[in-house]
């Protein structure tokens, strides 16, 4: 069984940073890709970045040039540098991994961005 415990979520102001960070229970070497997707009140949840096993990313259009996502594999943790924060960044975030064919999800934490 794979845990993953996110943390770093908080309330910050327009403009501001975050670095959310998620902890693995296992080596992340294994995983064929990690994430970071969101859910905010009412709306689906959607991707936001995803590192793969190699290093490529991708990011969701909204978040590309604002966000980051990198991996300490020393330290099987996974992290969402979020900078330039705006009040529609406001949702709940999770971390995932991918190992072979399953897909494993952290609890979540909020980010809340006022105005």
């Known amino acids: 069984q794979v845990q993953l415990v996110e943390s770093g979520g908080g309330l910050v102001q327009a403009g501001g940073s975050l670095r959310l960070s998620c902890a693995a229970s296992?080596?992340?070497?294994?995983?064929?890709?990690m994430g970071w997707s969101r859910q905010a009140p009412g709306k689906q949840r959607e991707l936001v970045a995803q590192i793969t096993s190699g290093g490529s990313t991708n990011y969701a259009t909204s978040v590309k040039g604002r966000f980051t996502i990198s991996r300490d594999n020393a330290k099987d943790t996974v992290y969402l540098q979020m900078n330039s924060l705006k009040p529609e960044d406001t949702a709940l975030y999770y971390c995932h991994a991918l190992l072979i064919t399953s897909t494993y999800w952290g609890q979540g934490t909020q980010v809340t961005v006022s105005s």
């Open positions: 296992r080596s992340i070497i294994s995983f064929r890709t």
